[in-house]
């Protein structure tokens, strides 16, 4: 089975700059999840899609991120414009969820990330 | 609002010792979900495991072990006889259903480094 799919791995851009993460998430699970991850830090959710609607963006800062979940299949994030503090691990997960089962949460399975460098 | 602390930043060992990470939650809900993922050096993070608020059976799985206990809200992670390729960071992760979706949030990790 392939897994959670993201591209780029690695990113440099300049502040004020323009940038977008993409995402493949496992076929079949309905929950996508992107995640920021400054260096030293656990993973932070920005925002959280169930099928291709949006759950919970309470910690995405909107002035400058925006993400979709096109079909409710595949995503992206993007940052426009970039600040130095951008600078991080972007992380993108997906999971089953199916809330008919009794196992009611499932585990979220996680790409390798997008590193990204604002300078 | 739901908290996970991993009081340890880091822990430092020599091979073969066993090696204890605590994960702390605070949750308000009766059905929650906890979870263990280790983040190697190349960056991606790989589930380890998953405990339901209603299971408290402890598991042993190879050299992994988990403790959990709803009393004290806590779920520890053993390491027993640890090995270089153990070294990683680790993090707690707890899961709650929240307005009908389950929102998944992460502790800071503790970074565990397996010396020869």
């Known amino acids: 089975e392939a897994g959670v799919a993201q591209s780029p791995r690695y990113k440099i851009i300049e502040k004020r700059q323009s940038v977008a993460f993409w995402c493949n998430p496992i076929?079949?699970?309905?929950?996508l999840y992107w995640y920021q991850q400054i260096l030293g830090q656990g993973p932070k959710l920005l925002i959280q899609?169930?099928?291709?609607?949006?759950?919970?963006d309470s910690q995405l800062p909107k002035d400058r991120f925006s993400a979709e979940r096109l079909k409710g299949v595949d995503s992206t994030l993007k940052i426009q414009p970039a600040k130095l503090e951008d600078s991080a691990v972007y992380l993108c997960?997906?999971?089953?969820?199916?809330?008919?089962?009794?196992?009611?949460?499932?585990?979220?399975?996680f790409g390798q990330g997008t590193r990204l460098t604002v300078v | 609002a739901q908290k996970v602390t991993q009081a340890q930043t880091e822990i430092s060992v020599v091979e073969k010792e066993d090696v204890t990470l605590d994960c702390v939650y605070e949750t308000r809900d009766t059905t929650y979900y906890l979870f263990w993922y280790k983040q190697p050096p190349s960056g991606e993070l790989v589930f380890l495991i998953r405990?339901?608020?209603?299971?408290?059976q402890n598991e042993i799985s190879g050299r992994y072990s988990w403790n959990f206990q709803k009393s004290t809200s806590s779920f520890n992670f053993t390491i027993t006889a640890s090995q270089v390729v153990d070294s990683a960071v680790y993090f707690c992760a707890l899961s709650e259903a929240a307005g009908g979706y389950n929102k998944l949030i992460f502790g800071a990790g503790t970074r565990l480094a397996v010396h020869p």
């Open positions: 076929s079949g699970h309905a929950t």
């Open positions: 899609f169930q099928n291709n609607g949006v759950v919970d």
């Open positions: 997960a997906s999971s089953l969820d199916r809330s008919s089962d009794s196992e009611f949460a499932t585990e979220a399975f």
């Open positions: 405990r339901n608020s209603f299971d408290e």
